[in-house]
């Protein structure tokens, strides 16, 4: 049904790009698709945009932080471009490079970045690694196999206790450390200040000057969902041009400069290269969020969007339904939230219709209008942007249409269609790694994702495409039906968001689907109603529980069409996920397959109807 103009939505102007698409079909039934618009010309190297803005907007803020007195510490663009400079001569007596590249084992702040930049400005590659890999993991495996893989010549953490342990056990003697705060005993370590009292950088900028689109930036480990992380060499030319891509489609970053408060670590592409790419390319500011989309950590969160309004705001489903909550709940937040917020974004998973609803209705009460929800589809090897949602859908697994300079081919595998990209924003191989990049790569030199998409509609591919799942995670029943696992996981999550944090579909050659289900403490704990002082296992067994998640399974199974599509059972568990057991990546994202082996017996259990923490379906 056609609205009018009196019930239509009305959405707060936005400059977003609308670019149509050029489709060629083949016989055998492969799919290409790309942007009519061209990509137009990006700087060769993104440190140039530094040195844009450091002529034109000098004082402007550039990036800020909360320093221990929780004021705001910041750093104009003439201030980056001057410790860039500095650092970056200071870099080059290491003799760092490709080789020996520079390892950043701590997380977001304000040394972590004027030494990137320092060493982009040096043409060192540099590598942020998660710190979940020093200070969560237990036996360091994934930190073991980044060092042994890129044999950094220089350490870097911002304060030395907390990683001491993971240095002394994994990092060679003879590798220097670099540090904000403190020293590790026995080591060749010093002090991150010292980096900035360079005085003659002339042999740094011609180092800089000599740096081309081909130099590469950093590297970046992907999460690791299927096997070891692997390393993706991130070059100035796939930075580059993801941001032009960006801009593009969202011409409204040059009407305004953008704003953006960010939790995101920049150990991964969203944070890192997507969103702080956006403020640097554009001459915006960035305020690093130093909280979470966790019950503990998004006060902090609250406090900063209370204090700083942003342009944009940018986050995993998670952190939009935190917010969502809190933005109905708190006056103070709303007014200072929506006062010039021009753009929503979301990535990493589904955003469930409930939360797009409750942001919708928070917008039209607040301001009179709704905002518009955006979102794409993207990877680290594509630094990391290939569609975006520019065309007319919006709806839970749409990922839109191709961006202008990335092409898209869809071709047919096992009845579904594999996406693959090519573009100058795509990796040209994993580091090191001959075997695996002889195959994720064509004949046609288009990056073979694994990710399974499809037209939203056959007849009007202008429409978009739809995120159809992975297809290393499909599998067959005994019966030999095939299960799409991808839909069947995003629609169980999403109708369960206020209780399901993610479930794992189960499982290969068994007659029946089941669900493991990681579900929301604190929000299983409120339903129960049971104190603070019960223990998960009674939380998740408590009758309100057991009663709530017996109904989920019976709205899911509503749409059920057969065997490949009904879940006959679930199981809540009070056993988080192990990133030492390589069942979730740092970011959050569950790998199923790790999961579907490291509980073998479990899942044995659960099959066998032996297992109490088995919900049967109504």
Not at 54 to 79: C, H, K, L, M, N
Not at 168 to 184: C, K
Not at 413 to 439: D, I, S
Request: hydrophobic share 40%; net charge negative; proline share 6%.
């Amino acid at each position: 049904m056609n609205l009018d103009s009196n019930t239509r939505p009305r959405y707060r102007p936005v400059a977003i790009g609308h670019p149509e698409v050029d489709v060629r079909r083949e016989a055998d039934g492969t799919l290409y698709m790309r942007a009519r618009e061209a990509l137009e010309q990006a700087p060769e190297r993104l440190l140039e945009r530094l040195q844009l803005w450091a002529a034109e907007r000098p004082q402007q803020t550039f990036v800020a932080a909360r320093d221990e007195s929780g004021d705001w510490r910041r750093i104009s663009y003439v201030q980056m471009l001057d410790s860039t400079r500095r650092i970056a001569q200071s870099l080059l007596a290491y003799g760092l490079g490709p080789e020996r590249p520079l390892l950043i084992l701590s997380g977001n702040d304000l040394e972590h970045l004027q030494l990137a930049f320092g060493a982009l400005y040096a043409g060192i590659p540099y590598c942020p690694v998660s710190p979940a890999y020093s200070l969560v993991s237990q036996d360091l495996a994934k930190l073991r196999h980044i060092v042994s893989l890129l044999q950094p010549g220089l350490i870097f953490a911002a304060d030395a206790t907390p990683f001491r342990r993971a240095i002394e056990t994994v990092i060679d003697a003879q590798v220097p450390l670099l540090f904000t705060r403190g020293e590790v005993a026995g080591r060749q370590c010093r002090a991150f200040a010292e980096l900035l009292l360079a005085e003659d950088c002339s042999e740094a900028d011609a180092v800089f000057a000599a740096t081309d689109g081909d130099t590469i930036a950093k590297f970046l480990f992907t999460s690791g969902s299927t096997k070891l992380p692997k390393a993706v060499p991130t070059t100035q030319r796939m930075l580059c041009s993801n941001q032009q891509m960006l801009l593009q489609t969202f011409p409204e970053f040059a009407k305004e400069p953008p704003v953006l408060v960010d939790w995101l670590p920049w150990n991964h592409t969203f944070g890192g290269s997507h969103n702080l790419g956006i403020v640097l390319y554009n001459g915006g500011s960035f305020y690093i969020d130093g909280g979470r989309p966790t019950p503990q950590g998004f006060a902090e969160t609250l406090r900063n969007l209370k204090d700083i309004s942003p342009t944009a705001y940018l986050t995993v489903p998670r952190g939009w339904e935190e917010l969502a909550g809190a933005l109905e709940n708190d006056a103070q937040l709303r007014e200072s939230f929506f006062s010039r917020i021009r753009l929503f974004f979301f990535a990493a998973a589904g955003l469930s219709q409930d939360i797009w609803d409750r942001l919708d209705r928070l917008a039209e009460a607040h301001c009179g209008e709704r905002i518009r929800m955006m979102a794409g589809l993207g990877m680290t090897e594509a630094a990391p942007s290939c569609t975006f949602t520019t065309g007319p859908l919006s709806e839970a697994g749409y990922v839109g249409l191709p961006a202008p300079g990335c092409e898209v081919k869809l071709v047919p595998w096992e009845g579904k269609l594999e996406a693959r990209y090519r573009g100058p924003n795509l990796m040209r191989g994993y580091w090191r790694n001959p075997e695996q990049n002889a195959e994720v790569f064509d004949e046609e030199g288009f990056y073979c994702s694994g990710d399974a998409l499809r037209l939203a509609d056959e007849a009007n591919p202008q429409l978009g495409l739809m995120f159809d799942g992975r297809l290393a995670e499909d599998f067959k029943l005994s019966s030999g039906v095939f299960v799409n696992v991808g839909p069947l996981r995003t629609r169980a999550v999403l109708a369960g968001a206020r209780y399901v944090q993610d479930v794992v579909v189960l499982a290969p050659n068994r007659p029946s689907l089941g669900l493991l289900v990681f579900p929301r403490m604190a929000e299983c704990r409120a339903l129960a109603g049971l104190g603070k002082d019960a223990s998960e296992a009674q939380v998740l067994g408590s009758a309100p529980v057991r009663a709530w998640f017996g109904e989920w399974l019976g709205q899911l199974n509503q749409q059920a069409t057969g065997n490949a599509n009904f879940f006959g059972w679930a199981a809540l568990l009070d056993e988080a996920p192990s990133i030492d057991r390589g069942e979730i990546t740092d970011k959050g994202s569950l790998n199923q397959r790790a999961i579907l082996a490291s509980r073998a017996e479990l899942i044995e259990g659960l099959y066998r109807g032996d297992d109490a923490r088995l919900i049967p379906a109504p």
